[in-house]
């Protein structure tokens, strides 16, 4: 399977610093390829504002299962660097859309999508609210490459069924969009290390 990691985003919420906070010994955005590519899925990244950054954090992982790709119009949003993103996909294969602001997700949550998949889009949901990543049929690839601009995926994906797998993992649900919600996740790892 394949893996869209978008991080192209202004990050404005965090004053563009979210994907560099460390966590771990690492950075945020580390985490989340590291994860992928341990999950053995070749990992597509979508960069844009700090693209230089963002591929230097990812220096130590190239591989030939790692792509980083610019979207120069990152701008546009989330739907605009999710084309490029599908872009640079094998079209035969299911893929993931994940985000890279979420560094408790590990490889067994994305093998544990996998292991659900039926060849219908599947995400997980976490005590009703639905999350990331999201599993998609290669049917996708085209549906996303054609949508018209902007769009987020949120809004694509409403106009699909979606099957979900129901989880107790707040991983699937945690983000880090702020210095605030940064700031729990630290305080969380101290008491649960």
Known sequence: MQNILLAAGLASRSDGEKLFYPYRGRTIIHHSVASSLEAGLFTVVVT???AAEVAGELADLASADLLIVNNPHYHQGQGSSTQVGVA???????????????????????????DAYTGAPIRPRHRGTAGHPVLLPPSFIPTIAAHRLPFTM???LACHTMEYLETTEEAYVRDVDTASSYQRLINDSVQRP
């Open 88 to 114: 640079a996909l094998n079209e035969d294969l299911p893929f993931f859309i994940s985000l890279s602001d979420m560094p408790l997700i590990e490889a067994r949550h994305y093998r544990a999508l996998a």
């Open 48 to 50: 844009g504002h700090r």
């Open 154 to 156: 949120r809004e694509l």
